[in-house]
């Protein structure tokens, strides 16, 4: 996952549900020493931003 995939998410939280669309911005840090990795992302719906990690985000379509 890099910035500008296109991603779904995969598991709900306060107002943003299970499945919603988003764009990948940027990569903020690992976490601990293992490869999970914080994402921001740009919710389409919602129109904000937000942040998960690598689990709860489907890559739907790769910018490279």
């Known amino acids: 996952m890099q ?3 296109l991603v779904r998410v995969t598991r ?3 107002g943003i549900p299970k499945g919603s669309l988003a764009l990948v911005e940027v990569k903020l840090k690992y ?11 740009y919710l389409l719906q919602a129109g904000m931003h937000r942040r998960y990690l ?3 985000l489907e890559v739907l379509n790769a910018s490279r």
């Not at 976490?31 to 992302?41: R, Y």
């Open 3 to 5: 910035a500008g995939d």
């Open 12 to 14: 709900a939280s306060i």
């Open 31 to 41: 976490i601990g020493s293992t490869p999970e990795a914080l994402w921001q992302v």
């Open 54 to 56: 690598s689990r709860d």
